[in-house]
């Protein structure tokens, strides 16, 4: 069996309002404020905890309490500040109706995809929802990619690939060993995704959905 695997930041939702503002009310728990939202789109895609570290010097104790104080407001609110981008909805649809398989692998908490995804009526489309683990045991794309591979019991990584916007999609996808094919209308370049390991990068979803259909390896 196919199957097509989706990130979902960046790629089915844009996410940036709700990330970013909850990045920001984090980050002000902490005594750091910082207006300028644009300069928080770094978060948006690849795990919290190390991006606190990363960005604003913090311990793993202080990164890990800057998660709980972003999660306090995206469970609440955050989680619903974004948007389908246009395609999306017939793609998925499409490729549903002409027997892929569909699966959402993302470094965004389970619960909240599921929620996402039922908030937007997709999750009837989706064979498998796996995100990360609020725990943090699960949290990279690749431990998410393990994780879908073993509940898509039957389905060999031959037959998979992910579709993504950043770099640590395709080079989440690589790591695993399957294909990825990378959006560019999401929070990454075209150059990073293919730098990565992408195989092509589209501009818009339904040109991806057409190159997987024509594609007679997946």
């Known amino acids: 069996m196919r199957a ?22 984090a980050l002000h728990a902490c005594g750091i404020d910082e207006p300028d939202r644009e300069k928080l789109r ?9 991006g606190f570290m990363e960005r604003y010097g913090m311990s793993s104790e202080e990164a890990w309490d800057a998660v709980q104080k972003y999660r306090e407001r995206f469970d609440v609110k955050g989680v619903f500040e974004c948007f389908l981008y246009d395609g999306v909805r017939e793609t998925i649809m499409g490729l549903k109706e002409k027997g892929y398989m569909q699966a959402l692998a993302s470094s965004k908490p389970e619960p909240a995809c599921r929620r996402i995804l039922d908030h937007f009526q997709l999750t009837p489309y989706f064979d498998e929802i796996v995100g990360s683990t609020l725990d943090g045991a699960i949290s990279t794309k690749q431990q998410v990619l393990e994780e879908l591979h073993r509940r898509m019991k039957g389905v060999d990584k031959k037959d998979m690939c992910l579709i993504g916007d950043t770099k640590y999609d395709a080079a989440g996808a690589k790591a695993f060993g399957i294909r990825c094919i990378g959006v560019a209308y999401g929070f990454g370049t075209k150059e990073e995704l293919l730098s990565a390991g ?14 997987i259909e024509h594609d007679k390896r997946i």
């Open 4 to 25: 097509v695997l989706w990130d979902l930041d960046g790629t089915v939702i844009n996410s940036e309002e709700g990330v970013t503002k909850c990045v920001q009310y």
């Open 198 to 211: 992408a195989e092509a990068v589209f501009d818009d979803i339904r040109e991806a959905g057409d190159y």
């Open 42 to 50: 770094c978060f948006i895609g690849p795990p919290l905890e190390p």
